[in-house]
């Protein structure tokens, strides 16, 4: 490996992270599990029902509650600001595309597309070192930056099982890649070492819903890893950027040395990096036929290691993560004409602990959510709104961070695979 990696420590020490936020500088990157809202539809909820009444985008167990086919999608605008520094972060992107089909209120069936982690980070050296060499003053600038990230493609299904017992299950395909690129600037020019990363993985999640009387609803979930997620790592050669663009190519002036003249390194493949095992529970009460209380609570271990050749901007990851969340939400009556009736209502308060394996210091975060959602048609399309404030204490090294997420939804519904009768 290129010696620039000695330098990693004094840019961490004298820099400024211009990513998406701390957390992605950790590990693999932020796990958008640990996102304060990671649907539109759902809210601060992953197992118990918000979208609508009986029904979790994100618990399949919950599907076949669904009277129609739904097509849904949830953009996100995330805003993170450390304190007492002038860094403000601002970023947007898809937060959960899907599609479900009920099958005859016994079953279900659906496909799904989320981040799983996001790797986006820049570190700076905030201060120019200066030394002499051949009776020459040289300014040396540090820089590290990585971008990317991993994708889950989910495929689910559900079964009821009897009348209050319902079992689902989720097929996580992980797939992504990352770029990592360490650069020294010198006096007029840039030397550039790059590296890429590509990763695949396969995780699996069960599913339980069960009533237990006629106003409390129990729902539990196991998720196991079926294929540690793997990475195959690819370092280029060093190169001198003359033309002062970031990549490795023929400009005014070329690249030294040519692109043409040098390949890339072997391959190195990495096994085990990612081995998650998690244990969810939520409890639902319901107060009236609108509204209703919950409880969610959920525990993630990472059983994975990272390798010693991967660049790391901090050589650090979370290994272990524990949440508690409560809300409240109304949902809409489906059998009233009044504009108000139609609105549905989601808030909660969300409390999270984070523990990194190296240093095993405990990240801790706490946050709340408003919600809101206009059902419309017949069939039960939804307009969803969500907003999350949430406040991450960083022990001993790092300041306080600000987290500020706005969610929209919108949810598409309709018959599909009728056989329609000839006229």
Known sequence: MWPIKQFIPLILCSSLLVGQGTMNAFGLGHFYENQGITSAGNGLNDLVPTFQSNVSLSNPSTWHHLKFTHLFLSYSGDENSISDLPLLNRYSGLAHAGWIVPIKSKGSFGLAIVPYADQRITLADSDTTSFIAFEDTLNLVNSFARTGGIMAFKVGASYLIRENLSVGLSVDMLFGSSRQNESIFFNGSSI????????????????????????????????????????????????????????????????????????????????????????SLGLQSNLNKKTSISFELRS???????????????????????????????????????????????????????????????????????????????????????????????????????????QIGISLADLWFVKRRQK
Do not use: C
């Open 192 to 279: 550039i070492q790059t590296s890429r990363t590509k990763y695949s993985g396969v995780l699996g999640e069960v599913f339980i819903s069960l009533a237990l009387q006629e106003k409390i609803n129990l729902f539990a979930s196991v998720k196991q890893t079926i294929r540690s997620l793997n990475g195959l790592y690819t370092e280029k050669y060093l190169f001198d950027d003359a033309n002062g663009n970031g990549f490795h190519d023929y400009g005014s002036p070329s690249d030294f040395p040519l692109p043409d003249s040098v390949s890339a390194k072997d391959e190195i493949r990495f096994t085990g990096i990612h081995k998650p095992e998690q244990y």
């Open 300 to 406: 993630i271990k990472d059983k994975g290691k990272l390798p010693d050749p991967m660049t790391l901007p901090i050589n650090d990851w979370i290994q272990h993560s524990n949440d508690i969340n409560l809300s409240l939400t109304r949902f809409p009556n489906d059998l009233s004409l009044d504009l108000v009736d139609k609105i549905s209502v989601r808030m909660g308060l969300a409390f999270k602990t984070h523990t990194l394996a190296q240093t095993k210091t405990i990240i801790r975060e706490i946050g709340g959510s408003l919600g809101l959602g206009f059902k419309f048609r017949v069939a039960g399309n939804q307009i969803d709104l969500n907003y999350y404030l949430g406040k991450r204490k960083f022990p001993d090294t790092f300041n306080t961070e600000f987290v500020q997420q706005l």
